[in-house]
């Protein structure tokens, strides 16, 4: 299928029943195995592919990568079972007989597993096709990433705790057995998990459905605030969770499992009139239920005061990407 001039999708993810009984993929969460000769991975070609892949990832505390990238040449990739086993592959290829497309395929050689292949007839055409197509790219790496999530979880499920989600809220969601359930109000829930050095949480907050301002930017900053404060308290009196304002949100409309319009935010945390110094990255779906009837917020935000928090974000955001409607 062909979703936008050079950029193709092929349809091999979509057998289900074949990627269940395909090898296990391998690799680190927000990994990225780059099939590139040294030819496309030298001078403008690695500057770029590597302000793609190694930029700095918006809205965490410490600056960390938003990939973890391993080089190889494209012979060990076609070559090499080991490699082609990997959870997410970029092969970038320069050749005069090459189309100058962008294929993006799953579960190729394992699963879950996503392949990009960029095909070019020259060095310019590479980097042309790079820069054009890197929000698909990157979407789709990460739509892997929620999907790996949801199949790791899906054999260590807290069974309880989604029965609970589904009878209090009407829809179903995928959360292991290390998470519990916190707090709720009407039309509101905390579930957490909670280790000896982090805290990773989920709050799902539901609401009636008035107008298309409650999904304007400002509505959901503002509701987001709302909801951290009334339902998160400080551990010391008087303190509640809130957005950190000072640090700009990444806000942008995304496609949601079935929903009519979603907005995704990222951002960042903190604990509002205290002293305690807590806080950390969150990510957000906004969104309107597929009736039309409620504004369903989801958030996911993580506490790791003394580790890196990319992958625990990561992990909250694939929670929340797990959304089944009945």
């Not at 030819?39 to 410490?62: R, T, V």
């Not at 080991?82 to 579960?107: G, W």
């Not at 609970?164 to 292991?176: C, D, H, I």
Request: net charge neutral; charged share 25%.
């Amino acid at each position: 299928m062909i979703v936008a001039g050079a950029l193709l999708v092929a349809a091999c993810g979509g057998r289900q029943a074949e990627a269940l009984s395909m090898k296990s993929s391998s690799g680190k969460t927000l990994e990225v195995l780059l099939a590139a000769n040294q030819g496309q991975y030298s001078g403008a070609a690695k500057a770029l592919l590597d302000s793609i892949f190694k930029q700095p990832q918006g809205c965490l505390p410490q600056p960390e990568p938003r990939f973890d990238v391993v080089n190889i040449p494209v012979s060990s990739l076609r070559n090499t079972q080991m490699f082609q086993k990997h959870r997410n592959i970029v092969l970038c290829e320069v050749d005069a007989a090459h189309p100058d497309k962008v294929y993006i395929s799953r579960d190729r050689w394992a699963a879950p597993q996503v392949v990009v292949e960029v095909m070019a007839k020259s060095d310019t055409s590479l980097q042309r096709l790079l820069r054009r197509y890197e929000p698909n790219i990157i979407r789709a790496i990460y739509d892997a990433e929620h999907l790996r999530i949801e199949r790791a979880f899906h054999n260590v499920r807290n069974v309880e705790l989604m029965q609970r989600v589904k009878e209090k809220f009407g829809f179903q969601m995928t959360f292991s057995e290390d998470f519990m359930w916190a707090t709720e109000d009407d039309g509101f829930a905390w579930i957490r998990k909670e280790t000896k050095d982090i805290s990773l949480g989920v709050l799902i907050n539901v609401s009636p459905y008035k107008n298309q301002e409650q999904l304007s930017y400002e509505k959901i900053y503002n509701r987001l605030d709302t909801i951290m404060r009334r339902h998160v308290p400080s551990p010391s009196e008087d303190g509640y969770m809130g957005t950190e304002r000072r640090v700009a949100f990444e806000t942008q409309k995304v496609d949601y499992r079935g929903t009519s319009y979603c907005i995704e935010t990222h951002g960042l945390w903190r604990l509002m009139e205290t002293t305690d110094r807590m806080g950390g990255p969150f990510v957000s779906y906004s969104m309107l239920s597929p009736d039309g009837k409620d504004i369903i917020d989801l958030i996911g935000f993580v506490y790791a005061p003394r580790f890196e928090k990319r992958d625990y974000l990561m992990q909250v955001e694939g929670i929340c990407n797990t959304v089944k409607w009945q």
